[in-house]
């Protein structure tokens, strides 16, 4: 005799239907919501669980020089830094696969600051290289932390965010590389000892000490301060890289001083060539950042020490077009989903470096110029009908970039 319509129950769990929610109806039976996500939950953990484990190995084919030529695809210029980044990120899964005894040689990670000013490709470069890794990777911010009690964050986030990105496996976490920008942001005021706490300058620095040397660290997986009843998770930093980053606004008159040139870049003694200022970074050494603000303790942590240098009017134009994201590609990306062809004339690329040279805006400037000029056109094209091409001129872009745009990119630089 067949059941009736609220006789039937769960075929899995045996909950009828009054006790279900949803009850689906097979050939031979029914099974319930409950059923369902549980059956999902052991498809993605059997099925999907070799894609979640990092494997700590790059290629044997791939060496410092194919890491540098996955960087030119998409940074143009900045040559020394991605020699350092690109050896740094070798060397690190070299240790990383290092099983050592007891009379072997331990390789120690070396850690890398980069110096350099805004929008020369510091977190550019850092995104990027985190396409190419097989090991965890994180970007965070060095402005929202302040010492543990204080309004922020604390730095133990750092590795929150870490376990966040490996789906909190915690062999992974501890084997991750972490990008720590704005970096500068926490120097201290002086170059003296602070007398008064300093909870986001060089409190921070302090506490940044001990996960950058290596020592085992108790994280909130969840964060500390949202969830203060959650159970800590022990995480040991010993192999985690860090590389940090940041502008360091005035370090180049530090570095003068050092070097008893003038910035401005007129001659002191006949026998020396004037040195610009904008080449004064690439003399940047570990003096240069104590008098910044860093503290000893940290710059020891931080052994390698590069630059990027400014982008010149070549660089910036080689930005425009060249790399695999470049700007001009993504515009014309954009129209081609609502089936137009966008043609930049060669005239408007020079006006646009031409804008960016003039407000020393770097590789941030160009999109703040093009979104000026292409803004109303991507307003207004998507509802209209019948456009197939779109070309830009140098008198189309004059025409948008009126005083009033004009003035606001003035205030932004």
């Known amino acids: 005799m067949p059941k009736k319509k609220d006789d039937f129950s769960c075929s899995f769990c045996g909950r009828r239907k009054d006790e279900a929610l949803i009850l689906i109806a097979g050939i031979e039976g029914h099974i319930c919501e409950n059923c369902v996500g549980q059956a999902q939950s052991i498809i993605d953990e059997e099925l999907y669980q070799q894609e979640k484990k990092f494997k700590f190995a790059l290629p044997a084919i ?9 960087l030119d695809e998409y940074v143009i210029g900045q040559d020394e830094a991605k020699r350092i980044m690109a050896v740094a990120v070798y060397n690190h899964y070299k240790r990383l696969n290092q099983k050592v005894n007891k009379d072997e040689v331990e390789i120690e990670k070396s850690n890398i600051v980069m110096v350099g000013s805004t929008g020369t490709g510091k977190t550019l470069l850092a995104k990027t290289i985190a396409k190419f890794l097989q090991v965890p990777f994180t970007i965070v911010d060095a402005t929202v ?21 490996c789906n909190y496996d915690i062999n992974a976490a501890q084997k991750g ?24 300058g060089e409190g921070v620095q302090q506490s940044l000490l001990k996960l950058l040397e290596g020592t085992q660290v108790f994280v909130p997986p969840q964060g500390g301060r949202k969830h203060p009843e959650q159970k800590l998770v022990k995480i040991d930093t010993s192999n985690i890289l860090f590389i940090c980053g940041g502008a ?17 870049g007129f001659k002191i003694n006949d026998d020396k060539a004037p040195i610009e200022k904008d080449k004064l970074v690439k003399y940047v050494n570990s003096h240069d950042l104590r008098s910044f603000g860093l503290i000893p303790e940290l710059i020891g942590r931080l052994p ?12 910036l134009k080689a930005i425009l077009t060249k790399p695999k994201n470049a700007l001009v590609k993504q515009y014309q990306k954009l129209f081609e989903f609502e089936g137009i062809e966008l043609n930049i004339t060669e005239d408007v690329i020079e006006f646009i470096v031409d804008k960016a040279m003039e407000f020393n805006l770097g590789a941030r400037g160009l999109r703040s110029i093009c979104e000026a000029i292409m803004t109303d056109a991507m307003y207004e094209m998507p509802s ?5 091409v779109f070309n830009v001129d140098l008198a189309y872009v004059e025409s948008k ?4 745009r004009v003035k606001q990119l003035r205030v932004a630089s």
Do not use: C, W
């Open 248 to 264: 360091f606004d005035g370090i180049d008159r530090l570095i003068a001083k050092r070097t008893q040139k003038q910035v401005i």
């Open 62 to 70: 791939l060496k410092p020089k194919n890491i540098k030529e996955f």
């Open 401 to 404: 970039m009126g005083e009033d």
């Open 304 to 315: 390698v020490v590069t630059h990027l240098e400014p982008l010149d009017r070549s660089a």
């Open 145 to 165: 932390f302040t010492e543990a009690g204080y309004v922020g964050e604390d730095v133990e986030s750092i590795l929150t965010r870490l376990l966040q990105v």
């Open 177 to 200: 590389i972490i990008y720590v920008d704005e970096i500068d942001k926490i120097a201290r005021k002086g170059d003296n000892p602070s007398i008064t706490r300093d909870v986001s």
């Open 384 to 388: 209209e009908t019948g456009v197939n």
